[in-house]
């Protein structure tokens, strides 16, 4: 019974701990960008996650391989129009669309395994 305790709550601070995250790269992303570039930076990390996964689906990748995908592809469209973010602002986007993406799926993962 206790084991099943730890993981319900490390699962919730899992949990807690993506949400606060996603909270903070946005208001990270309203406090140093208008709003277009926001709408635009997230739509393109969205976009350029669901290529990644894709594009390592076919091409057998993962992980980091799946990641320089997205941020390649991400760098990509932003030049076409317009939005200018740097790589930690990418990485911010792009760790948030893949847990949106995941959500979505219904694969978003926590530990099994009690911390001991």
Known sequence: MNSQLIQTVLDDGIRAAIVAVAGYVVAFMHKHFTANQIVQGV??????????????????????????????????LA????????????????ESAVLDLKKELGTLTTPTKPVA
């Open 79 to 94: 030049t076409k129009v317009g939005v200018k973010l740097n790589s930690k602002q990418w990485q911010g986007l792009i």
């Open 43 to 76: 739509a393109i990390a969205k976009e350029a996650v669901a290529f990644a996964e894709q594009v390592g689906k076919t091409m057998g990748l993962n992980g980091a391989a799946k990641y320089d995908k997205a941020l390649t592809y991400a760098e990509g």
